[in-house]
Structure formats: C-alpha cells, structure tokens
C-alpha cells in the first residue's frame, strides 16, 4: 500500500513541476488525436451527409456495415494499417512505419466509421426534411448538402468530440503502428501500459490523472453545449 501513496504523491510532483518528458507525451497525445478527429470529421461528415440525403436500395446494409465498421477492435485496425504500412506493405515506400504520422492514420481508421455511422443515422432521419426545405428555396444540391450540416451543426459537434474521446483513450492500434519509441511516438495510453508492466507507477499515475481530466474537460464541454443548446 505504501508504494501506491508514494506514486500518487510522485505523480503530483511530476505534473506540477512541468516535467518535459510527461507534458511532451500529453503534448503528442493531443497533436495524434486531434489531427485525426479533424481530418476524419473534414472527410465523413460531409460525404455522409451526402449519401443520408439519398434514398437507395442498399440503405439497410450500409447501415450495417458502418455499425459494423464503428465496434471493429483497435488492434484488428492497428493490424491492417501496419500490414499497408509494413516494408512488403502497398505503402511502404513512404517509410511511415513506427512514427507520429503512422498513428494519426491508425486513429483516422478508427474513428471514422464511428463519425459516418452517426452522421449518416441522424441525415437520414432529419436532413432530408431540412433538405426538402432547401430545394423549395432553390437550392442545388451542394447547397442543400452544405445547409443540411449547418442546421445539424450541434449533433456533429457532438458526434466529434466522442470520436475524439475514443481516439486519444486508443491502445491497440497506436502500439502497433507507433512502437511505443521514446521522445518519437509514446502516448498517455501507450505509455500507461509500458509503465505498469514495468512497475513504474509514479508517471502513470501522473499520465492517468492527466487523461481524466481530459475526460472531464470534454465531458463537461459537451454537458455545457447540450444545455445551451436546449435553452435555445
């Protein structure tokens, strides 16, 4: 029991006196999650947007398969861009392998079908209304497409911030792409995991408290949105 207080009181000590290894790993941790989720967000929100304000015979499969795609476990992820990636990989002439970049796109991977699983479920359910609307005004339909996500606004904002959450609490994929390399790719979560086996329990204690507060931070975000939006 006395290691366990040692390490609360270490970690404390750790995060107040700015110590350049633990805020460089937080650091890395939100330029890879926060990259990703932009990028993912730029890319799906509008293409299922796009597809959710058609109707077509194969709506019930797609579906399925971006439920499907949303629950894929992070290591099946962190596999299948490694394999790309690897030096046999399509993509291995870019030498992506074991660095930041190489995390990001894992992380992109992941929260994507998350992003147009909900995406797509909410247009299909609420933009074509808002879509129909547009098009009696004259709308083209880019314009509708575009007038569709600036009305669901408060909902993607909302979806975003989850995928982010999903994305910096991430292991699996970011071990295997990342290496978990010192200085280069270590994260909160993949540092965590290397300290416990370790038994180094004062800066994962410190990288953990740090995550919570994170969790928090965004909880309480989105808490605060959902409220205002609901006083409107």
């Not at 989850?162 to 390399?181: K, L, P, T, Y």
């Not at 994260?187 to 416990?196: K, R």
Request: glycine letters at 8%; a positive charge; one cysteine or more.
């Amino acid at each position: 029991m006395d290691y366990i207080i040692a390490g609360f009181w270490k970690a404390l000590e750790l995060i107040f006196s700015g110590d350049a290894e633990l805020w460089g790993i937080v650091g890395l941790s939100l330029r890879v999650s926060g990259s990703a989720i932009v990028i993912a967000a730029l890319v799906m929100v509008p293409l299922f947007t796009f597809i959710g304000l058609r109707a077509f015979r194969g709506e019930r499969v797609l579906s399925r398969v971006l439920n499907a795609l949303m629950s894929m476990p992070s290591v099946v992820v962190g596999l299948l861009v490694s394999v790309c990636l690897s030096r046999r990989g399509p993509f291995a002439e870019l030498q992506l392998m074991y660095t930041a970049t190489a995390m990001i796109i894992a992380q992109v991977v992941l929260v994507s079908p998350l992003i147009a699983c909900l995406t797509y479920e909410l247009v299909k359910h609420r933009g074509r209304e808002i879509q129909k609307l547009g098009q009696t005004l004259g709308a083209s339909r880019m314009q509708s497409t575009f007038m569709v996500i600036s009305e669901l606004k408060s909902e993607l904002f909302i979806y975003t911030v989850n995928g982010f959450s999903r994305a910096i609490s991430e292991v699996g994929a970011v071990m295997m792409v990342g290496g978990n390399i010192k200085g280069h790719t270590r994260v909160i979560t993949t540092t965590i995991s290397m300290l416990n086996s370790m038994g180094d329990y004062a800066m994962a204690f410190a990288l953990g408290m740090i995550l919570i507060v994170i969790s928090l931070i965004i909880n309480s975000v989105l808490y605060t949105y959902k409220e205002k939006r609901d006083d409107v």
